[in-house]
Each structure stands twice: as C-alpha cells, then as structure tokens.
DNA sequence: ACTAGACCTCC
DNA sequence: GAGGTCTAG
C-alpha cells in the first residue's frame, strides 16, 4: 500500500462515478470499498484513506505506475484555488462544501472519447453496460497476481471485428460512429494524445469532425482527457442547472452551444472544473 | 445560422 | 424517456 500526495483533499467516491468516467469498478477488497481500473495496461486498485488515496494494487508499486496513476488522478489540481475563483456564488460555494475533494480525472482520449459518443440519448447505467461489452468482447485479456482482466479494444480492432459486431452488442446507431470515427483515427493517423493541451478552439474543431461527435461530446472529451479545463459540456442537466440558478428561470429557447460559449465567459479558465461541480450537485439533490 | 424529427435499445 | 447528433428545410 502507498498513499499517494495531493494537493488538495480527494473524494474518490463522487469522483469515480460521478459520471466523468464508465471504466471505475468498486471492488470488495479484504472486506474494505475498493476501486479497480485498467490504466496502460496495468490494473490498478485504491481506496479512500482519511482525505487521501491509498494506492493498494499493485502490490510493490513502481515509481513509474504510481505517477501513471497519479496523472490520472490529477492529484496535483489545485482545488482551493478553483473554489476560491468564484467566492460569491452561493449555490456554487454550498456544492464546492457538499462535494469537496470531487477531481476530474485524466482520462485516455480514445476510451474517453468512445465512451461519448456512446451517451448520446443514453443513460448511465446502459453506457456502463455497453462499455462492458464492449471490452468484454475482445480477447484483450492480461494477468497478474490477482487474476485475469481485458483492456480497452483498440481502432483497428474495432475495424477488424465491424460495425455489425457492435450492433450485435446493443450498440444501435452509435455503432456506425464509433466504427467510422475507429476508421478515420487508423486510415488518417491521428494521435488523440497530441491533442492534450492543445487548445480549446482547434481541439473542438478537430473533434466535432467525427461522425457522432457534436458539441457536447467533444467539451467531454476535451474535458476528461485532453486537458482543456475551459471546456462546458452542455447536457439536459447542466442546461436545467443553469436556467434555474444562472438565468432566473427562464424559459427562453436557447441553443446549447451558445449557452455553452455564454457560461465560458462567465466562470473563467476553470469553467469545465465548475461545470462538473453544477452537473454533480444537480444531479444529487 | 437555427429548428424539428429520426435514430437503436433498454428499464 | 434516457447526459445528443445528424439531416433536411
């Protein structure tokens, strides 16, 4: 076991499934709440401890596959600064309390941005269950001292296997976006990865060039995994929070992307941090 | 630029 | 109806 050092309190709890990211599993482990993830190829396993990360599996972690955990974590986020951004705002300063210590999380652009697509006109529950078979599907299957677990399938598997394979999944007509943008990342060669800390502008123009990928699923991606925490995804929730609190109730039809660009302005660099604060809190009240 | 409808499947 | 996107007009 090694506790890992973060900046700021951590909430693993709301931060593994507050809906950022579909790969987490609670795990019973030595009759304690645990929580399992395979990260570049390695399974991973931690658990709450006091305020902190307690990095359980693997056993003898290396200097390497703990900073691999740690970049996923975003353990260095400065979370008193982001609180601390927007000190009037009442509704925020009572979710920041409520839910202190939430992370995003650092995410692999592919996993992160497939699961996207997949959630469109979708719920949370289907999107885990699709993902897992989705995983389950392939013969992606390593083992370590605790057993066998699958990685995430890569493009070209996804190509090999066809865009019948995820139908026959349950996948319905996301299966065709997600098999054509597989098809568009081999056949143009495109490296999700260089797309971190890009910014924002040129990352949602690039992005919203896949097939299913529209305004909302490319603020995710950029914001679970390519570092753009600027970005503001706009979905039935965020859009419900921000009419209640932000514009008095009103009724007015107003496009997503222009809310989205409006509230940018509005919360600043850190707007994406703020955003998962607003989804979360909305979503559990 | 902006707005309706269709779209797969499952709870 | 569900954490949208695409297409047509």
Known sequence: MMILKSKSKYDLESTLYSGQCFLWNPILSDNLQAHEIVLGGTRFRVQQLSDKIDAIYPLNITQNQSLILQNHLRVDDDL???????????????????FEGLHLLRQDPWECLVTFICSSNNNMKRIKLMLNKLINSFDNTHTDSLGEYKTFPTPDQIIEAGEEHLRSLGFGYRAKYIFETSRIILYENIDLLKLRSQNYDDNLEQ????????DK??????LFSL????????????????REIYLND??????????????????????????????HSRRND
């Open 217 to 222: 699923v490319a603020n995710c991606v950029m």
């Open 207 to 214: 992005l919203t060039m896949f097939p299913g990928v529209g």
């Open 80 to 98: 008193g600064y982001i609180y601390q951004s927007i000190e009037s705002d009442k509704y925020l300063l009572s979710s920041f309390k409520k």
């Open 250 to 279: 009103s009724k007015n039809k107003i496009a997503d992307s222009r809310l989205r660009s409006h509230f940018q302005s509005y919360f600043g660099e850190y707007s994406g941090y703020i955003n998962h604060y607003l989804f």
């Open 227 to 242: 570092d753009n925490l600027n970005a503001f995804p706009v979905d039935v929730w965020i859009n419900r929070v921000l």
